[in-house]
């Protein structure tokens, strides 16, 4: 086969499934070749959707549920980041916050006048319980 037979037998197995394609198909094909001509030719087309809802030859890439549904995803995927980002430093500053109380109670407790060991006397706990302001309100 040389390069001059070739595109004969193309156009002409084009031409012998002409026949078999529906109406739809025909015009969806049709309205895509006028685009294609012009905007080779510099004019403008209008164009509309199809029936079947594809969009002939218009700029709609944004608007494919093919690349809406991964974009949609992703931002989701990053919005999930972000929560847990910001829950791990909210748990990270509230232990440091406890371990910063727990070690000002321990300074408090060891450079107080009272022995420690007066907090751990039962009687000292009566007391506390008794002469606390919270039993004083009841």
Known sequence: MNEQELPRKVAQRLEEGL????????RRLRTAREAALARIQGGEVLVGRSPGGALAGAPGRFLDRRLLAPALALVLALLGVLYWQQAQRVQHDYADARDADIGDFDADVLGDELPVTAYLDQGF?????HHSPASEQQ
């Open 19 to 26: 026949e078999t394609i529906p109406p739809a198909v025909s």
């Open 125 to 129: 706990e009566v007391w506390l319980y």
